[in-house]
């Protein structure tokens, strides 16, 4: 019996065009500036900081920290320190009206009836958990936040690797076998089905022949309850 619905948000809940043609370009346009005028306060200061931890480079200067945040953007690198950055970016943009978060239509409904069945609902993303709340804060279906329970960002480790799936699962205070994990990616889903997760994975755009995961089109498609234990 599946207990709790983990979920992705790139290319799962929300199309990647969203992500890749209007959020990324909008931080992109803003970072630098926004280093240059936030870079001696919290919570920039400490991020700049883990940056220069995660390159290993102590004395690196807020022009070349920059540099190498333009770096991973061009590699879409889920660099923990850049996807902070994206994401308090990203607030002017979702408090300004510039954009809303964006869901595909089949989701909302699914959300709410998985909800109502009393099975608890999460997001995995590597974008940051602010970011995270910020897209379901400000979505295309209004504030939807209230339907989750946790969210869950790279702090507990990549998406593509095993141990990230297990600490969810011991955060999240259920067995592994009855939580579901949604991705489009089946590398993400590997690596949650060796920590025990079940998994569907969702097929928005071109089909995936590599994947051995069963595959949905649309959330509506995705019956928890038909999920043998
Ligand atoms: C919180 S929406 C932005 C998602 C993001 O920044 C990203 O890199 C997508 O990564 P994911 O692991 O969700 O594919
Ligand atoms: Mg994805």
């Known amino acids: 019996m599946i207990r709790a619905i983990v979920t992705d948000i790139e290319g799962t809940t929300s199309d990647i065009r969203f992500v890749h ?9 803003r970072l630098a500036a926004f280093i240059t005028a936030q870079q001696f306060a919290d919570p920039v200061k400490s991020i700049l900081d883990n940056l220069r931890e995660e390159i290993a480079q102590p004395n690196a200067s807020p022009a070349e920290l920059t540099q ?3 770096t991973f ?3 879409d690198r889920k660099s923990t320190a850049l996807k902070a950055l994206q994401g308090l970016i990203w607030r002017d943009g979702y408090v300004n009206g510039d954009f809303t978060g ?5 989701v909302l409904p699914a959300l709410e009836k998985w909800k109502s069945e009393g099975i608890d609902l ?24 209230h339907l989750f329970s946790g969210y869950f960002d790279t702090h507990v480790g990549a998406k593509r690797e095993v141990p990230s799936y297990q600490t969810i699962a011991k955060q ?19 690596a949650a089905e060796q920590a025990g997760f079940r998994t569907v994975q969702l ?23 038909q999920i043998p234990s």
């Not at 043609?21 to 346009?29: G, I, K, Q, S, T």
């Not at 089909?207 to 959330?219: E, I, L, Y």
């Open 68 to 70: 190498t945040l333009f």
């Open 73 to 75: 953007m061009d590699e």
């Open 21 to 29: 043609n209007v959020l990324f370009p909008y931080a992109r346009e």
């Open 102 to 106: 964006h869901l595909y239509p089949d």
């Open 122 to 145: 999460y997001v995995y993303s590597s974008g940051s958990v602010a970011a995270q709340k910020l897209l379901f804060g400000y979505s295309d279906e209004g504030d939807i936040t």
């Open 172 to 190: 999240i205070g259920h067995s592994a076998g009855h939580i579901l994990f949604l991705s489009d990616i089946h590398q993400e889903l590997d």
């Open 203 to 225: 097929i928005r755009g071109d089909g995936d022949t590599a994947s051995h995961h069963h595959q949905v089109p649309r959330f509506d498609k995705i019956h928890p309850e």
